[in-house]
């Protein structure tokens, strides 16, 4: 054990289970609706703090509003609603960012909003 009771460490530490496989406990993520304009329209979007957080770094990397960023995945995401369209673009680009580094497969929808 790790020195904690019944295996059990603080959010987002790691612990291991009586196997002594590691754990990691995560902390419960809240979800925060914001309004947002896209082109001309206004429109809610429900993401996780996490995935906001992720938008925000992605769009100041590539010197693009939230706004923007947000319009050029809701022109590309087909289907899917846009929630769920910005969290697998967030997904995307950070896989992206990874394979660079020669670790993980490629996906294609964070380069087709590039």
Same mark, same amino acid.
């Given at each position: 054990m790790?020195?904690?009771?019944n295996?059990?460490? +603080? +959010? ?8 002594? /496989?590691?754990?990691v406990?995560?902390e419960?993520?809240?979800v925060a609706?914001r ?7 206004? #429109? ?9 957080n992720?938008?925000?770094? /992605? +769009? ?7 706004s923007?960023?947000?319009?050029l /995945? ?5 289907h899917a609603?846009?929630?769920?369209? /910005? ?8 896989r992206g960012r #990874?394979?660079s ?5 490629s ?8």
């Amino acid at each position: 054990m790790d020195g904690n009771l019944n295996g059990r460490a +603080a +959010a987002g530490t790691r612990a291991v289970d009586r196997k002594g /496989i590691p754990q990691v406990r995560h902390e419960r993520s809240t979800v925060a609706k914001r309004s947002i304009v896209i082109g001309r329209h206004k #429109t809610s979007v429900s993401l996780e703090q996490p995935f906001w957080n992720a938008v925000h770094e /992605i +769009a100041h990397e590539r010197n693009v509003t939230i706004s923007e960023l947000i319009g050029l /995945i809701d022109r590309g995401r087909g289907h899917a609603n846009l929630s769920s369209a /910005i969290r697998l673009f967030v997904l995307d680009y950070y896989r992206g960012r #990874t394979m660079s580094r020669g670790r993980v497969g490629s996906s294609a929808l964070a380069s087709r909003v590039s």
